[in-house]
């Protein structure tokens, strides 16, 4: 069993940054991938970053460039650095690790606002 718990929102002005984690229980060295979503009020959850358990990352265009994902695997946690937030930033995040089954985390609100 995999418990994930996101930490690191909260309120943000545009252009300024915020770093979330995710700690995972137990070792993510049998995780192939480590995710992070996010769902805006009254949308659809989308799909922000992966990285895998090989080195590879990848991105939503929308957040290319400006956020970047990483994994500690001695620390057992997952990491999203976001930088020059927007607006349509604003969500909820949610952490989300795939082996052989999926687990998610409860999620961290992120809210970039002046």
């Known amino acids: 069993q995999v418990q994930l718990v996101e930490s690191g929102g909260g309120l943000v002005q545009p252009g300024g940054s915020l770093r979330l984690s995710c700690a995972v229980s137990?070792?993510?060295?049998?995780?192939?991938?480590l995710r992070w979503y996010r769902q805006a009020p009254g949308k659809q959850r989308e799909w922000v970053a992966v990285?895998?358990?090989?080195?590879?990352?990848n991105y939503a265009d929308s957040v290319k460039g400006r956020f970047t994902i990483s994994r500690d695997n001695s620390k057992n946690s997952v990491y999203l650095q976001m930088n020059s937030l927007k607006p349509e930033d604003t969500a909820v995040y949610y952490c989300?690790?795939?082996?052989?089954?999926?687990?998610w985390g409860q999620g961290t609100q992120v809210t970039v606002s002046s």
């Open positions: 989300n690790a795939v082996g052989r089954v999926s687990y």
């Open positions: 137990g070792s993510i060295s049998s995780i192939n991938l």
């Open positions: 990285s895998t358990s090989g080195g590879s990352t």
